[in-house]
Structures are given as C-alpha cells and as structure tokens.
C-alpha cells in the first residue's frame, strides 16, 4: 500500500484504487501502533475517492527530523575520498566505510523540505552542487521501520570537499532535501534487487542519469535505523536517508532550470525543478 499526503487530506493506495484515510494529523497516523493493519481496515471498509486526482501532492512529512546516512556505497565513498584529497580528509571517509558505526547527520526539518513538482535549491555561494537519490526510510517513535519513499539528499561537494567539518553547511539548508511521492507502507525490508534511478534533465534534454540497486548498499536499513534511535528520542518519528550509490561525473554541477527526477521501484518517481537564491520569508 502506498500512503499519499495531500491538500485534501490523507490517501491510502491499494490495487490502483485510493481511499481517504479518516486520521487527517499526519503525526498521529504514522504514530499507529500498527500502520499497516490500521491501512488496511481503512481499505478493507471504505469506499474509493476520487478526490486524490484533484489534490496537490505534499511532502509525506509532519513533525519528523529527517536525518541522513552517509558514506554507505562505495561509490560514495570514491567520490567523497576524492573530493576531499586536497584537505587532508580522504581517509576519513575510507574509515567510515569500513567501520562498524556508521556516519549519521542532521539532514533536515519539516520546513526545509520539498514535496513533489516542488524546488529544490542549491546554494549562492556553492559552485558544485548534485542531487543524491536515496532509498529513505520512514521510522515511526518506537524505533520501527514502518514505510519508505525515496530522498533527494542535495549536497554542495565543494563545500564539503574544501573541509569536511563544513559537512552541515553542504547539506543543511532550506529545499536541501526532497521527499516524495509517498510512503511504500511495509515492516519488511525491500529486496535487495531494488532499482534507485535518476535522471536530471537540462533543456529539454537529458544531462545525466544514473542507476544502482540496493544491493550496493553496505549496510542493513535496520541497522542505520537502530544507531539513529541508541540515545535519541523521537516523539514524532524520524525519517533517515540511507545513502546514495550514484554520483555525477565531477564535471557535472546542477543548474537552475534543472529537472531531477528520482524513482524507486515500487514507490514511484520523486520529480523537483532546481532553483537558486533565497527563498522568500514566510508571512
């Protein structure tokens, strides 16, 4: 089952038919002891809705921390070792890799977050800017895995790569990160054949794209998830993205304009347009 949040409220999907989920606080529906069964009743009870044709797509996220893993395909682990030669932190990035703990950072807050057909920004002062695709996981306040969706994990690698203590500055800013269409509601873990795709799009055309599988992916969700929750606390829930196996080319650096879209099998395609500049303050 798919769980879509929309503008007119919350969608649950089940054999190509929607029905509107009657717990409207998002907080408190990813809170359900047990999501899936709840899902399910509502599917099993109710009448479909047509209404989720007409209703903007929302990111799927209420009050949840997003966080993020790092360094977690060897892919990434080239790139970061690479980028960040000259600054003496290339090592680091190998220790990590191989070690038993794993990198975890503050990714973002609900606000910073884009939902689908939304922007994502990349930095003023950063000439080096790519989109990370990630399989992101959706873990409710016990610590469960309880749902996926897939992550855009933007990064300024010349930020990072300058000095890797600038890691929040490379990562931690407003549409720094993208989630979307929805959440894949399941406790089991996907398999590892899963396909993670990207294509970025310039004029009309298509600039780069990418794909790996989550069989490259080093480490167990469940245990990226386990660390995030040993000593802290998540009332809410957390979101945490678990890495990304597909790096640009180093000559490649995103531009306004740019069309990225992210899908994973079976949740479907995350797609934002890239801006640059300073959003505008909330009123």
């Keep these: 089952m798919r769980l879509y949040r929309t503008s007119n409220g919350n969608f649950v999907e089940d054999g190509g038919r929607h029905f509107r989920v009657p717990e409207s606080n998002w907080d408190a529906l990813v809170a359900h002891d047990n999501l899936d069964t709840y899902l399910r009743s509502v599917v099993d009870s109710g009448n479909p809705a047509a209404a989720l044709a007409s209703a903007r797509l929302e990111a799927p996220i209420g009050s949840q921390e997003v966080w993020a893993a790092g360094v977690t395909y060897f892919r990434s682990r080239s790139a970061r070792m690479a980028e960040s030669k000259d600054a003496g932190g290339g090592d680091f990035y190998d220790r990590v890799y191989t070690a038993e703990r794993p990198e975890l ?94 294509e970025i799009v310039r004029s009309g055309h298509a600039a780069f794209s990418g794909a790996t599988t989550l069989a490259e992916l080093k480490r167990k969700p469940a245990d990226l998830a386990a660390y995030l929750f040993r000593e802290n606390t998540f009332p809410f829930g957390a979101f945490l993205m678990t890495g990304t196996g597909i790096v640009p080319p180093d000559d490649f650096t995103l531009a306004p304009g740019d069309r990225v879209r992210i899908t994973i099998d079976p949740i479907g395609t995350l797609e934002n347009d890239v801006v640059q500049g300073r959003l505008a303050p909330a009123v």
């Design 105 to 198: 950072f503050f990714k973002a807050t609900a606000s910073r977050v884009a939902g689908p057909g939304s922007n994502v920004r990349i930095r003023t002062d950063s000439k080096w800017s790519v989109p990370e695709p990630e399989l992101t996981l959706l873990i409710n306040p016990r610590g469960q895995i309880i749902g996926y969706t897939a992550g855009n994990d933007m990064s300024s690698r010349d930020i990072e790569g300058e000095n890797p203590l600038y890691l929040p500055q490379a990562k931690v800013y407003d549409r720094s990160c993208a989630l979307g269409p929805c959440i894949l509601v399941s406790s089991d873990p996907l398999p590892p054949t899963t396909p993670i795709r990207i």
